[in-house]
Every structure is written in structure tokens, then in C-alpha cells.
């Protein structure tokens, strides 16, 4: 069997992924929490991924990329590719990023200055042809169709990154109507915008199409010029020495010498270890799910006794019960237990949960007060048995959640979350579960060791460890929900979506694809005769800017919005409601790098307020018979910079409870009205704490980056100790590496060492930004724990059911309103700092009113 060498164009591939996700505006591209973008480099990732997946043993594998800097084709044609907009800086960030993804999963790749990623790709192609390989080449480049034979296949990436279509000699002929070796040809005959080469004016694709499939080549088509009739034979022979230019620089060179031999392309597999590392620093968890991983022999085998029941227990000393529970769906919620694994002492055993349930010795163990629990995401098992008969009682450790407190990038399956106790993985799944169960104890010492040396302890065991315990109890309440208020609302909404359709077609001037992005662009852009900043996006932004040119953006932007509720919280709240009318969030306890709290299954932390629409959503949910109450912190994270950077003037503001953005308006922009100032100080204030750029807030106020920076500045001058604090924050950052919160919460921030200039700018906002917005998440968990200790030292009936961002949500019951003023006090005083913290408190029948 042949051997087989795939080389992937490194540069198409990330040009394409970062359009495909950058099309709302690089303000909603991906970014990691200290503002780098990874919008390219997520989808990069994951096409790599599905590639490395598929690759058999003997398979090798390559990377071209292009050096950025300009080649021989530039030297022959000074237009060359003159034409092109400038590559964003958010994408040329991701370019480092990619080789630094391709090092850590051990794949070669190369670029050769003055010369093409093709070219270098070509040359390799041909020479592995040449010894007997099959080669697959993937690019959206078509550049690279002329390098097809019968040993050389492209894979041409189309619409985003999903859509790949397979071209041999066979089917590029059937597609396109020429062959591989007429494509330069072809370039020559029809030039190539997109590198800004000329043609043969009137020539377009049927045209050069049909002269290559009577002429074969260019050279013959000019040979017979003469014989060719009118305008198109007057056209070939004026511009012939144009197309033989546009020919030459669209042919690929394949006579490169090779960086090195074919044998050391043969891709041998990865550093499990490497590849985590990168996922820790770019927080992108997600693609180590796909990843197969690398399984080396740790020497030692480990798999599950499969027991029926108690009595195939052999072990008579139990130590503690350490257990992991396979599920039938990700949803916990919904999901039927199926296998438990569990160990006693040294032995795992392996039982059906149907088997346990049957088994009231079995069921003893989990119900054993005095036997210490250890697992992998406690709350996920405690919910899931629980929900179906089995209430687990007795102490436990959560390894995830206790790793989660000193690596806030703990990766999201077993297999990653092994690797950062050294633990290898088996190729068998039932054997990596048994690893686990057998492995728990000690991964939980080891990790009570690192928050020893880390000085951690405290948040994981008086936060986080009693946090879980609170999200179960939440998790169980539920939130009721009125599913014909959500149908109403669709059906309204829907009404609303079908005329504004009416109306874009109408201003339109035809029917097209309002969600096609690249049908809309031609429509505005083409048809309508808007001028864009960016080249034909069509993101929310771009629109923005353009509201006031035409009718059909305004009808556009709604028409975004209202598809927008309907699809995130209609139609996908819907299947989330459960049998007993309610939602059963999950609350994600380690998964954000900020510390903060998350939901899923289905969100209900984003529930849009910012428009009416959005906010009627929330009509929907109800306390049933109790009421909704919701107490929410004022300005937390601006009281809690005045606490952190001991800034007097801010203190004695918030203290004398005046108005910090009219303060601070009247200190910025004194000449101004103090309601349109109010607004821009809020801005300044809020995008301080957010470690926000002089572009950044230029943009926010709609001024230049020149008067922003002075505005910056002038904040600064007002309250200087903030300054003061954050050139500290940074200067730690530097030589530590993480910032810390009120409670001693550490955030690393590796990007502050970075080679890249704007990589280090963002750690350094980042690091503004990551001891407030991580005190914030410290003092909501705190306050929770804690109200929680109330309702239930207190045998109360008000539950409490939801946190979203800096607010507190209950179902309050009617005989227990004289409570709330307890639970007021309580958030006030969760802390103590110099400052006061101030809650606003709200109530009604259902969330809405209490919003």
C-alpha cells in the first residue's frame, strides 16, 4: 500500500477560519480572557484535529505557510496582489499562535523566504509523487488545482471550514471543464483578482474555458490569434505578453529543494503533556475533546471487576469510596446512570447502576456518612443518582473542583484531566474510568498539596468545596417556567420576523438569503451602493455604522434581534423545560478563567435586558405559588476597585452614596450637560475597570483615539491611586506571573511573556481587570454560601434558585418576606472592606417584575 502525505496550506486554512467566525465584527470574535484572539485558531485547531484523527500509522504530515514577507513574484510584477486589504491584527496575532499549536502536537511545518506557501507545497507534492506516496493537499487556494495528477488530490475547503470538496484529475475536470495543467492557463486567460493579476479583457471563465478545451494552452491560443474572429482575437493578440505574465506568476514552482527527507514527515503522535499546556495557556479546552489522545504504557494495568453485587466484594477493609458515574446523555439532568466504578481499597469494581439500586448493601455504601467520598465533578453524580433514588450522604472530595482552584484551565474530560496529574489515559474507555476511580485518592493529595504551597486552601475549602453543596440544592429547585407564555411570545415574534422579511425584501428590491452573508453583501453592497468599512461585512457593527444610510439597515438589525430571541430563548429554552415545569440549569463550577459561575442546559445567564424584547422573555418565569425576589450588588466591581486601590475620593463617594458617574462626569467633562456627560463618564468609569484601550473607548464614545487617551489620562489625574494600582498589578504580573484576588485567588496570565507586542498589551488589560472581576465572583459565591447557611439554619420554605452575574435570585416564599431584609444584610456585610456594598432588591410574581 502506498504511503500517504497530507499537506495542509497553513495559511489558506487560517485566513478561512478566521473569516468564517469574524463576520459579526472582531468585537464578538473569540478571544481568551486576557483579550487574545482565538477565533482562527479554535477552528484551526479543530480542523487539525479531524485530520490528525484520520491519519493510519505509517501516515505523514505537513504544514505550508507563506513568511509574510514579499516573494519573486513581487520582484517580477510590483502589482502583485497590490489589491488586498491589509490582514487584521487580530488575525496576524493567531499566526505565532498556530505554529505554536503545530509544535505542540508535534507537526511539521515550514516556510521558505521568497517564496509561496504553494510553491513550497508544490514542490513537496511532486517529489512524494515521484517516490511512490499519495498526496492530499488542503487549501481553499483553486492555485492549487494545477498540482493534481493521479497521485495528488486536493481537498478544497469551501464555505467556512466545513464544506471540503475532493478533486482528482477525474472530478476536476467534471467540475471546472479543464485539467490540471491548463489552470495557469487558465489564470492567464481570465487573470485572478485576488492577486491582482490581468487577463485578456472579455475573456471570462466560459470564454477561456472553451479556448483551453480547442487550443490546450495559452502559448497555442496566442499561436493562432490570428484565426480567431473579432474583439476576442483583437483582445489575445494586444495582451498576450499580460496573460504569458499572469500565466507565469500563477504557476506554482515544484523544483524547491525540501527542507528535509519525506521519511521525517511520518507523523509519530504528540506530547499529551505539550498539547494540554497549550490549552491551558489559549483557554480552548473544547478541542482536547475531540483529540485522540496518545496512550502510553504507565506499566501498570488497571481495570474494573465487574460485580452484580455486594457479595463479589472481596476486600474486607474499606478505606474510603472513591466512584465515577457513566451516564446516558450530557445532560445530567435528564441522564439515566448506567455504570458506576468505584474502588473500596485497591481493587475496582464495576456495576450497573440497576445491579446497585437492587443491592441494599451497595446502596449502604453510598449512603455511608463515616466513608470519605472521592470523584470527578460531585455535583454532576450527586444530582444524577439522586434524581434517580439514590441520595448520597457522608463527606466527599471533588478532584475537579479542587483542581479547578489552582488551574482555572482544568480540562473539561477525563482523559486532559489525568494528564495534569501525570496520569496516562487508556485506549479503552472502561479501562481510563477505572484509572480514574483507582488514581482519585491520590490525585486529591497531590492537589491538596499544590493549594498548600500555593496558599489556596482557604478558597477551595470555606468557597469552593461548600459552593458545590449550595449549586446542588439550586440545581434541584429548579425555575419554574410557563410554557404557553414562551409559544405566545413566539408566535408574536415569529409574526414580527415574517413582515420584517417583507419589508428587506422590499427595500431590497428581490427575494434573497437575509442569513447568507454573502447574499447580503451583494445586495448592499452591489445592488443598494452602501460604502462599508470593512470589505463586505455585514457584521452587527458594520451595520450599526450604517444605520442611518438606508432603511433596509434598521429593518436588518431588528430582523437579527428578533431571530435571535426566537432561536436562543424560545425555541431553545423550550425542550429544556422539564416534567415538572421548570428549567434545571447547570451550573458550570469550573470553567471559566475569571472564576466566575456559568450555565448551560439552557443558559440563563444571558438573557438579554438590553432591549424590551429581550427582557419579556423573562414573563415567563415564576416562582409558582411563591415570589420572585432578586437582590442584586450596585456597581461591585467600581466599589470593589476603590477597595482594592484604596482610592479615597472613590470611597468617600460610594459611602456618602452619591453618584460615582456624576462625579466623575463633572471631574471629566465639566463644560458639557450632565446627562449626555453622565453617559460618557460611565463609559470611562466601567471601561477602567475593564482595562479598556484609548481605541477601545474612542470607539465607545465615538471620538478620536488621541481625545480618549487624553480622557483616560484625565481619570487617572482625577483618581490617581488607581493608576498607582494598576502599574502595580502590572508590574506583579511581570514578575509573578498571575494577579491575585481579595481572597487570594490566583490568575495566571502567561500572554504577559509573550514575543508579541499586542499579545502582552492584552495581559496587561487583562490584568487590570482580573482581580476585580475575580473578587466579584469570590464575594457572590460568599454571599451565597452563606444565605444559603440562613434558609437552612433557618428551616425556611425560600429557596434559592438562581445566580446570574452579580445577582441573587429566589422563590420567595409568601409567609417569609420579613426575611429579606436578613438576606439584604447579609450581602452587605459578606465581606469586610472599607467601603459599603449595596444591594437593590426586587419582587414580583414572576422575573420580569423583579427585573
Not at 109 to 138: F, I, R
Not at 489 to 518: D, M
Not at 549 to 567: D, F, G, T, V
Not at 659 to 679: C, G, N, Q
Request: hydrophobic content about 40%; glycine content about 4%.
Amino acid at each position: 500500500m502506498s504511503k500517504r502525505l497530507i499537506i495542509i496550506d497553513g495559511n489558506s486554512l487560517l485566513f478561512r477560519a478566521y473569516y468564517a467566525t469574524a463576520y459579526q465584527g472582531t468585537d464578538k470574535i473569540m478571544r481568551t480572557s486576557t483579550g487574545v484572539p482565538t477565533n482562527a485558531i479554535f477552528a484551526f485547531a479543530n480542523m487539525m484535529v479531524r485530520i490528525i484523527n484520520d491519519l493510519k500509522a505509517d501516515d505523514h504530515l505537513f504544514v505550508a505557510f507563506d513568511t509574510g514577507e514579499k516573494t519573486f513574484r513581487h520582484e517580477e510584477y510590483d502589482d502583485y496582489k497590490a489589491n488586498r486589504q491589509a490582514v487584521p491584527e487580530e488575525l496576524i496575532t493567531q499566526f505565532p499562535i498556530a505554529r505554536e499549536f503545530l509544535d505542540a502536537l508535534s507537526i511539521r511545518h515550514d516556510e521558505v523566504v521568497g517564496y509561496e506557501a504553494d510553491d513550497l507545497a508544490g514542490s513537496l507534492a511532486k517529489a512524494a509523487s515521484k517516490e511512490g506516496y499519495k498526496v492530499e493537499l488542503y487549501t481553499s487556494d483553486q492555485d492549487y488545482l494545477q498540482l493534481i495528477d493521479e497521485d495528488i488530490s486536493v481537498q478544497l475547503i469551501r464555505r467556512g471550514l466545513s464544506d471540503v470538496r475532493f478533486l482528482d484529475p477525474k472530478t476536476l475536470f467534471d467540475e471546472f471543464g479543464y485539467h490540471a495543467y491548463q489552470v495557469p492557463d487558465f489564470k492567464g486567460l481570465t487573470g485572478d483578482t485576488s492577486d491582482n493579476l490581468k487577463g485578456v479583457p472579455g475573456v471570462g471563465k466560459v470564454t477561456a474555458t472553451k479556448l483551453l478545451a480547442e487550443y490546450d494552452t495559452l502559448e497555442k491560443i496566442i499561436a493562432e490569434a490570428d484565426n480567431i474572429k473579432g474583439k476576442l482575437g483583437e483582445n489575445i493578440r494586444e495582451f498576450k505578453d499580460v496573460a504569458i505574465q499572469s500565466k507565469h506568476l500563477a504557476t506554482i514552482l515544484t523544483d524547491l529543494p525540501l527542507p528535509c527527507p519525506l521519511s521525517d514527515f511520518r507523523y509519530t503522535g504528540f506530547d499529551n503533556k505539550e498539547v494540554h499546556a497549550f490549552a491551558q495557556k489559549y483557554e480552548m479546552r473544547q478541542f482536547l475533546n475531540n483529540l485522540k489522545y496518545t496512550h502510553s504504557d504507565s506499566g501498570e494495568e488497571i481495570k474494573a471487576l465487574k460485580i452484580n453485587s455486594f457479595k463479589e466484594i472481596t476486600e474486607k477493609e474499606f478505606k474510603h469510596l472513591s466512584f465515577y458515574v457513566t451516564a446516558s446523555e450530557d445532560d445530567y439532568y435528564r441522564a439515566t446512570p448506567q455504570l458506576i466504578y468505584f474502588t473500596l481499597n485497591k481493587l475496582v469494581y464495576c456495576v450497573t447502576f440497576a445491579d446497585l439500586l437492587n443491592d441494599p448493601q451497595l446502596v449502604a455504601l453510598f449512603k455511608n456518612e463515616s466513608l470519605l467520598k472521592y470523584t470527578y465533578d460531585y455535583k454532576r453524580s450527586a444530582i444524577m443518582l439522586s434524581n434517580h433514588g439514590l441520595d448520597l450522604q457522608g463527606a466527599f472530595n471533588d478532584a475537579l473542583v479542587l483542581t479547578y482552584v489552582f488551574d482555572t484551565n482544568v480540562a473539561p474530560n477525563i482523559s486532559a484531566f489525568l494528564l495534569t496529574y501525570g496520569v496516562n489515559a487508556a485506549s479503552d474507555e472502561a479501562e481510563t474510568y477505572a484509572i480514574l476511580v483507582a488514581k482519585l485518592p491520590a490525585i486529591y493529595s497531590e492537589g491538596l498539596r499544590k493549594l498548600k504551597r500555593e496558599n489556596l486552601l482557604q478558597v477551595y475549602e470555606e468557597i469552593e468545596k461548600p459552593l458545590t453543596n449550595v449549586l446542588i440544592k439550586m440545581e434541584k429547585a429548579g425555575f419554574n417556567v410557563d410554557k404557553d407564555v414562551l409559544v405566545a411570545l413566539g408566535e408574536e415574534y415569529k409574526v414580527i420576523l415574517e413582515n420584517l422579511t417583507r419589508t428587506i425584501y422590499s427595500l431590497g428590491g428581490h427575494e434573497f438569503n437575509i442569513n447568507s452573508p454573502k447574499q447580503l453583501a451583494v445586495v448592499l453592497f452591489d445592488e443598494l451602493g452602501l460604502k462599508a468599512n470593512r470589505k463586505r461585512s455585514t457584521s452587527a457593527d458594520v451595520l450599526s455604522d450604517l444605520k442611518t444610510k438606508h432603511p433596509i439597515i434598521p429593518a436588518l438589525l431588528e430582523y437579527r434581534k428578533y431571530q435571535k430571541i426566537i432561536s436562543t430563548y424560545i425555541d431553545g429554552f423550550i425542550p429544556h423545560i422539564h416534567e415538572d415545569a421548570k428549567v434545571h440549569t447547570t451550573f458550570n463550577q469550573a470553567l471559566t478563567t475569571t472564576g466566575r459561575l456559568s450555565s448551560n442546559n439552557p443558559n440563563l445567564q444571558n438573557i438579554s435586558i438590553r432591549h424590551e424584547e429581550g427582557r419579556e422573555i423573562r414573563k415567563a418565569f415564576n416562582a409558582g405559588d411563591k415570589d420572585v425576589l432578586a437582590i442584586d450588588y450596585s456597581q461591585i466591581e467600581l466599589r470593589l476597585l476603590a477597595a482594592i486601590a484604596n482610592v479615597p475620593r472613590l470611597i468617600d463617594i460610594f459611602n456618602s452614596e452619591r453618584d460615582i458617574h456624576a462625579e466623575t462626569a463633572a471631574a471629566l467633562f465639566p463644560l458639557e450637560d450632565l446627562s449626555y456627560a453622565r453617559r460618557k463618564a460611565k463609559a470611562v468609569n466601567f471601561g477602567i475597570v475593564y482595562g479598556i484601550s484609548d481605541f477601545g473607548l474612542s470607539e465607545q464614545l465615538e471620538t478620536t483615539v488621541r481625545d480618549a487617551r487624553d480622557i483616560i489620562q484625565a481619570f487617572f489625574t482625577t483618581y490617581p491611586e488607581v493608576w498607582t494600582y494598576r502599574q502595580q498589578i502590572i508590574n506583579a504580573l511581570i514578575n509573578d506571573g498571575y494577579v491575585t484576588t481579595l481572597t487570594g485567588r490566583k490568575r495566571y496570565i502567561p500572554q504577559i511573556n509573550d514575543p508579541n507586542y499586542q499579545t502582552r498589551e492584552f495581559a496587561k488589560r487583562a490584568a487590570m481587570n482580573a482581580p476585580l472581576q475575580g473578587s466579584a465572583a469570590d464575594l457572590i459565591k460568599i454571599a451565597m454560601i452563606k444565605v444559603d447557611e440562613f434558609l437552612t439554619n433557618n428551616k425556611c420554605e425560600t429557596k434559592l434558585i438562581l445566580q446570574v452575574h452579580d445577582e441573587l435570585i429566589f422563590a420567595l416564599d409568601e409567609n417569609e418576606h420579613h426575611i429579606v431584609d436578613e438576606l439584604v444584610k447579609i450581602m452587605e456585610n459578606v465581606l469586610d472592606l472599607p467601603i459599603k456594598l449595596k444591594v437593590e432588591v426586587k419582587t414580583g410574581k414572576t422575573w420580569f417584575e423583579a427585573s
